[in-house]
T-cell receptor
């Protein structure tokens, strides 16, 4: 069973559009992280959200942690081709547990 | 401050051979985590080690796989008698403390191909 479910698995949209990626779990985590992974590279941490209801912004990216600390979302405004990549959510306890990721492709 | 260093970046082994993957954590980090990633998949937890101790190996296959993090030197993930299904990218991450309190940093991975 997958502890963290990400949706959608694949997303292909036009440059300039907005999108939201979801990460859901039945378990509570001490924090939740979002990573981006480029082909042939390791994941790079984008953000950590800790408090239920917390919202963090990173330029055009907005991350939200659910009130119950079981789910999170990543919203990208005005997507650009440079946003293309694999986005992974991860729940943190004593170790980091990853979802399967959302593969995002932005068409120019 | 060098990041997490993994070597080799690419490793090709014939079925039945042994594969040794190395991970040098960031300076000052005493916690190491190993993950496996299959194509089009997320990262699957394998093992969590501190210096000279295995803390959590719940993700390790019961046979052929072992990991160590000695007092001196890099952490080693060892796969004996490799099979084609072992082909994957193996990532190592390190942190100064448990990830519940601190950030973990990932290496660039070792891509193992079993032929």
């Amino acid at each position: 069973t997958q502890l963290l479910e990400q949706s959608p698995q694949f997303l292909s949209i036009q440059e300039g559009e907005n999108l939201t990626v979801y990460c859901n779990s039945s378990s509570v985590f001490s924090s939740l992280q979002w990573y981006r992974q480029e082909p042939g590279e390791g994941p790079v941490l984008l953000v950590t959200v800790v408090t239920g209801g917390e919202v963090k912004k990173l330029k055009r990216l907005t991350f939200q942690f659910g009130d119950a600390r079981k789910d999170s979302s990543l919203h990208i405004t005005a997507a650009q081709p440079g946003d293309t990549g694999l986005y992974l959510c991860a729940g943190v306890r004593d170790k980091i547990i990853f979802g399967k990721g959302t593969r995002l492709h932005i068409l120019p | 401050n060098a990041g997490v260093m993994q070597n080799p970046r690419h490793l090709v082994r014939r079925r039945g051979q042994e594969a040794r993957l190395r991970c040098s954590p960031m300076k000052g980090h005493s916690h190491v985590y190993w993950y496996r990633q299959l194509p089009e998949e997320g990262l699957k937890f394998m093992v969590y080690l501190q210096k000279e101790n295995i803390i959590d190996e719940s993700g390790m296959p019961k046979e052929r796989f072992s990991a160590e993090f000695p007092k001196e030197g890099p952490s080693i993930l060892r796969i004996q008698q490799v099979v084609r299904g072992d082909s994957a990218a193996y990532f190592c991450a390190s942190s100064p403390g448990t990830t519940g309190n601190t950030e973990a940093f990932f290496g660039q991975g070792t891509r193992l191909t079993v032929v």
